[in-house]
């Protein structure tokens, strides 16, 4: 009876403390769930794209804001041109005779470059730098934007700001807005809480005076051209910070703009993050191309469901018609090329912030336009990640379009990063997905 | 005996089963999950490795730690199964529940989210900070039905959070896009009456004289928005991950250091820095950047002119170069006596960034060490206009126009000083002192866009 007793007391207690004792210990038998994922890839691109790092190897996390690919020195080959906001200054990158690239500085200290034009502006047969300064990368309402023209002389370039005094500028292109011969400027003051979008009317002598067309914050691009197909120049512009809208400013012809508000969205979280006027549909008329991902008011950012491209179609008479052409996630910048050669433009992405813990996930596609505006998406890269810069144009001579992109990295992951990319255009042929790989 | 034997064998068996229910829960609960993934901050990963190991152990408040952790790192899928393990534990954790809803927000799955942050407004609040969350839960709900393009949505949750700035700010703005101005009209009359000096709601009284067709008036409204420095948070998110983002990663390093930086404990501050640059690694870091600044402020501040330059040397092998490097640089061949390589790198750094301090150190060398007093006026007169400016944006008229005035007495042919003494009188409501001025800046430079609108503004006939 007593060794009963003791057994029955020795379960009494070592059942509460052996299971006191083994219960963290014990497995879990259920499956994991799925972790959800809302990133996109796409099949591999069938066009034979050669993934090249342009400039010296880096160490560090570039911050790349804009690229360019131009002829600079009028050489007949063209250059690519970067934004660095790391370095603040501004890189031209020349072709060497074995296909490297020879990178300099062009322009030293211009404060967080956002956007470089290239023109000739005082009409000198040379080509001017006009840049963008943002002043900062980070959200900042601070008055610390400016417009800065650098005049190409044969002494090297000489600096004049020609709009100071406003907040960060993000973009700035040019036109003879008011037909006196000489070249003006439109201006996308992103600013932060605040901005505007503004045109300067050149007065010669690199004098030049503001009027704005626009007050509201996050002017991102102001695309210029004749959209309205009556002879002169319009101006465009993506407002993209709590309000999501795309304005056009009519041109009268003599410089006084009518402003017309062509579309919105109550999604204050689209993302616009560019514009782009090209004629997609080949009916002879400028379109507009809007890639939708920016959420970096984010610590970190995320694909959304509605990020992406979205075309414009100019129906005419300012009337457009938007059709969403792509739903890659964090889509930060388009271009427009004919990739495949069959006549009709394609459009090539980056994206900024995919869902970068799904490796396969893309960061560069182009949209092959079918000629009826049905766009089939093909991958062409999963890394480098980052991406918020695209230009595409021929850089090897071939007379094919190529495509670069520059890297931001400004979120996490900090991995796989990149600088300067370039996918050269090959032959038609297997994918080269995988051939980007560091 | 028999009696007593019973009685043990009754509680064996009630404490097997009880062990037997414990056992099968445990061994049926969701194993915490960590993401596959190496980030260049080597913290990040072994701190949320300890902390799913607490919460795979832990309660409903383990669980939700482990879910904020991964919050903060933008690890949303993850997070919202944390969240969900926390709610099976606890199903009125109010955190966890704040926590999933976020992370389902930031996945871009809005309905979903939608519906867990309403169940956060029914949980009964615990805290301050959860009576907060339940504000932005509701505020959530409107910008998750303004994502999904419901405008009917999206305005009834902006209603129900009336009072809550954000709410109003959202709720006119919707209004005045759907052609409703006159609806927005005592929306934003009230919150400009309660918030004198708010950016957003000037912003909005501009589109609204637009939309009610008064050019004046909304000119009027733009430049009282130039002149607003309070700023509505219309998002939650950033004072929501913030904290979260600072419970793992160098983050916990850097947050002291930021706490001492500024302060004129210069030996905290490097060895706080110098702990983060040791835990780094040879990783780059994205806001670790500001573990170098510091390191190059203590180096200046402690007058060690070699240090100075041998962190910038260190620096610009990543190609960096900014204001703050070339000041600094500035500063080092100043301590070295070197001023003519001192005044080239503050030049250089002036053309990124201007500031009153490099002003003023320019001012000093080209009254000593390289006389010459039209530069050194011209910088002296570009500190008293930085400083004016500051002074204006800041609500300091008077000593705004003192600098501003001083300004012009320097440098006569600056337009700017000019510009700015004509805005403090524009908005002193003293047009004629401010037309006065206009007109000074623009004789200087006609081609001075604002200062331009401004005379045309207070020259042209008055109407609505």
Known sequence: ?438 | MILILRLLIAVVLFETAVAGILLARRALRQEAQVPAVVLHDPLVMPQLKELARAADRGDSDDQTRFGMALLGKGFYGHAEWAFRDALRSNAQNADAQFGLAFSLDRLGRMAESSSEYRKVTQLNPRSENQKLNQVHALHAIGRNALRQENLVGAEESFKVNSGFSPADYLLAQLLLRSDRAEQAAPIIRRKLAELPRSLEFHFLDHRLQLALGRPRAAFEAAAMMERSDYVVSLNFYTEYVMPLERMTGLSTLISPLGEVAGTDDLDRIEELAKQVKAAQGDTPVFMAKIVDDQLLDVAVRGKRPERVLELLAELRVEGRENAGMLEAEGDAWEMLEQPERAAEHWQRALLLTPSVGLHEKLARHFDSHQPDPERRDRHLAQAKLLQGIEDYRGDRLATAIENLEAATRFNPRDPNPWFYLGEIRFHRRQPELALAAYERCLEIRPGHGPAEAKRRHLTEPSGP
């Open chain 1, 1 to 438: 009876m007593l060794g009963k007793f003791l057994l029955w007391f020795s379960l009494a207690i070592a059942i509460p403390v052996g299971t006191a004792m083994w219960l963290p210990q014990v497995p879990a038998w259920r499956t994991p769930p799925a972790i959800y994922s809302g990133g996109t890839s796409y099949p591999a691109s069938e066009l034979d794209f050669r993934f090249q790092e342009i400039g010296p190897p880096f160490t560090g996390l570039p911050l790349i804001t804009n690229v360019q690919i131009v002829d600079f020195d009028d050489d007949g080959q063209n250059e690519i041109i970067a934004c660095d906001a790391l370095g603040n200054r501004i890189l031209i990158h020349k072709r060497q005779s074995d296909g490297s690239w020879e990178e300099s500085v062009l322009i030293a200290d211009v404060s967080v470059p956002a956007h470089v034009t290239v023109v000739d502006i005082d009409d000198d047969g040379d080509l001017d730098v006009i840049v963008a300064v943002l002043g900062n990368l980070m959200p900042d309402d601070g008055v610390i934007g400016r417009v800065e023209l650098f005049e190409n002389r044969d002494e090297g370039f000489v600096r004049h700001v020609i709009l100071d005094d406003v907040r960060r500028v993000a973009d700035v292109q040019y036109g003879d807005f008011n037909g006196d011969g000489k070249l003006d400027l439109a201006v996308a003051v992103f600013g932060y809480a605040r901005g505007e979008v503004l045109w300067l009317e050149n007065l010669g002598d690199f004098e030049f005076r503001s009027h704005t067309l626009l007050s509201a914050p996050g002017a991102i691009h102001v695309p210029v051209g004749d959209f309205d197909q009556d002879g002169d120049l319009d101006i465009m512009a993506i407002v993209t910070q709590n309000e999501e809208e795309l304005w056009g400013f009519e041109n009268q012809g003599d410089g006084t703009f009518v402003a017309r508000r062509l579309w919105m969205t109550i999604n204050l979280d689209l993302g616009g993050a560019g514009l782009v006027a090209a004629d997609l549909d080949g009916d002879g008329d400028l379109d507009l191309i809007l890639p939708a991902g920016d959420n970096l008011e984010d610590f970190d950012a995320y694909p959304q469901p509605y990020h992406g491209c979205y075309w414009f179609e100019n129906l005419g008479n300012w009337r457009f018609e938007m059709r969403r052409i792509s739903d890659l996630g964090g889509t930060y910048a388009a271009a427009v090329a004919d990739f495949d050669g069959d006549g009709h433009q394609d459009v090539v992405l980056v994206s900024l912030t995919n869902d970068w813990l799904g490796p396969d996930n893309a960061s560069v596609i182009w949209l092959q336009n079918d000629g009826q505006q049905n766009f089939t998406p093909w991958q062409i890269a999963s890394h480098p990640m980052h991406l918020v810069t695209v230009a595409a144009g021929d850089i090897d001579g071939d007379g094919l379009p190529d495509i670069v992109a520059g890297s931001l990295n400004v979120r996490r992951p900090h991995a796989q990063a990149g600088r300067i990319s370039a996918w050269v255009s090959g032959q038609r042929g297997e994918s080269s997905v995988l051939r980007g790989e560091r």
